[in-house]
């Protein structure tokens, strides 16, 4: 039978979760084998690869969208501020920290990240609080940038949901576009605007664009005709694509800023689109089983990827394989495989459990049981098959 929590899914987001997660691990399995980015110091069939900032824009639309879902069924109430700032945290801060302890782990005992020194104390400090993009330290893992944007935005999302309620989604899209557009064009003139540019402020335009576009969930009769919105977030996705494509990886990485903001509504319609199931075939195939799987682990796989393709790229196969292309596909062949396990692994102790118990004392609890059961039962939610487990919000 099938679970509330299933019924309440929607088909799809999972998935896009997931093969964006993979594509980040694909994406530092290039820089790896081929360093100097942003330069393109590849062969052009693979500097598609270069490209993996746009997977955490999309995790960004995504996250906006996932966490709008329940209030935009709800006429936008948040359902207490507490309550949600405890849900965030039990959800996020889990995973994250064991991800930290892990990534300390390896950068001591291992290898740093590539460009980085040995993390400090004030590493520690600043990564455990979030505060990474606040001040500069060795970080442990290269992922954990994009941690603390969304931790900040999370600050952010009541008030959003607040205007979005009181004065409309026009007005929200006006008000953060503006003051993000501001301190974009302010900021090579003004050193005190410019220090917010590390704050990566863009993405919380993309966030609200996620928020806006749960709208669809209220409105599914007036939602545009199937082909629609997938076909409009086509359309204005391929001007930005064609703009990438002609300049290239260095001046794109250069102008994130604006081609993030560029790039954002197509994110958000393409998300509008796959949450009421159309184009009918992609969502399918997003919903798939291996796919679903894949969306269920994404963020441990997110968290913990980075340090296991440094290890491996840099004392595994650089001493035994030749540079550039055959490094590259043998540390593809190597690392994503071992990236998806760990993650799988991690997930079980560090994901799922916080997913199936929203207290300590039910964790406490069911922690208990577990030890009290017949050695000889097998849990598939052990096994990576939860149920009635409600999907991970993000990425």
């Known amino acids: 039978m099938e679970s509330s929590a299933e019924r309440g899914r929607l088909a799809g987001l999972d998935g896009i979760r997931g093969l964006a997660a993979l594509f980040v691990v694909l994406h530092h399995c290039r820089l790896t084998s081929f360093p100097g980015f942003p330069a393109d110091t590849g062969p052009g069939w693979l500097s598609w690869l270069l490209y993996g900032h746009f997977a955490v824009v999309l995790f960004i639309?995504?996250?906006?969208?996932?966490?709008?879902?329940?209030?935009?069924?709800?006429?936008?109430?948040?359902?207490?501020?507490?309550?949600?700032?405890?849900?965030?945290a039990w959800r996020i801060l889990p995973p994250y920290w064991g991800a930290l302890a892990f990534s300390l782990v390896v950068a001591w005992t291992l290898v740093p990240q590539p460009g980085e020194g040995v993390p400090t104390l004030k590493s520690v400090v600043l990564y455990?609080?979030?505060?990474?993009?606040?001040?500069?330290?060795?970080?442990?893992?290269?992922?954990?940038?994009s941690i603390a944007v969304e931790a900040q935005l999370?600050?952010?999302?009541?008030?959003?949901?607040?205007?979005?309620?009181?004065?409309?989604?026009?007005?929200?899209?006006?008000?953060?576009?503006?003051?993000?557009?501001?301190?974009?064009?302010?900021?090579?003139?003004?050193?005190?605007?410019?220090?917010?540019?590390?704050?990566?402020?863009?993405?919380?335009?993309?966030?609200a664009i996620g928020i806006v576009a749960a709208m669809i969930l209220t409105r599914p009769k007036?939602?545009?005709?199937?082909?629609?919105?997938?076909?409009?977030?086509?359309?204005?996705?391929?001007?930005?694509?064609?703009?990438?494509?002609?300049?290239?990886?260095?001046?794109?990485?250069?102008?994130?800023?604006?081609?993030?903001?560029?790039?954002?509504?197509?994110?958000?319609?393409a998300l509008a689109s796959v949450a009421t199931g159309?184009?009918?075939?992609?969502?399918?195939?997003l919903d798939a089983a291996p796919i679903r799987a894949l969306g269920r682990i994404s963020y441990s796989l997110y968290l913990?990827?980075?340090?296991?393709?440094?290890?491996?790229?840099?004392?595994?196969?650089?001493?035994?394989?030749?540079?550039?292309?055959?490094?590259f596909l043998t540390t593809v062949a190597v690392a994503v495989p071992v990236s998806l396990l760990?993650?799988?692994?991690?997930?079980?102790?560090?994901?799922f459990p916080f997913l199936r118990h929203r207290s300590w004392s039910a964790l406490r609890t069911a922690a208990k049981g577990r030890l009290s059961r017949p050695p000889d039962r097998i849990d598939r939610e052990v096994l990576g098959e939860p149920v009635n487990v409600r999907p991970p919000a993000e990425g």
């Open 61 to 88: 639309v995504l996250s906006g969208f996932s966490l709008a879902v329940s209030p935009a069924r709800s006429d936008w109430r948040l359902g207490g501020l507490r309550r949600f700032a405890a849900r965030r």
């Open 128 to 145: 455990g609080l979030l505060l990474q993009d606040i001040a500069g330290s060795p970080s442990p893992n290269g992922a954990f940038w």
């Open 154 to 207: 999370y600050l952010a999302f009541p008030i959003m949901i607040f205007v979005l309620r009181r004065a409309g989604a026009v007005v929200l899209l006006g008000i953060v576009t503006a003051l993000v557009a501001m301190i974009g064009l302010l900021s090579p003139e003004v050193p005190a605007v410019a220090t917010l540019m590390r704050l990566t402020p863009q993405f919380a335009a993309l966030f």
């Open 222 to 269: 007036r939602a545009a005709r199937p082909w629609s919105l997938a076909a409009l977030a086509a359309l204005t996705a391929v001007p930005v694509v064609v703009l990438i494509c002609v300049n290239g990886p260095a001046w794109t990485a250069a102008h994130f800023f604006w081609i993030d903001l560029a790039i954002g509504p197509a994110a958000g319609l």
């Open 278 to 285: 159309r184009p009918v075939g992609l969502v399918r195939l």
């Open 304 to 327: 913990t990827h980075a340090p296991i393709v440094v290890v491996l790229s840099t004392m595994v196969i650089a001493p035994r394989v030749a540079p550039g292309i055959p490094a």
């Open 342 to 351: 760990v993650a799988w692994l991690f997930s079980t102790v560090f994901e």
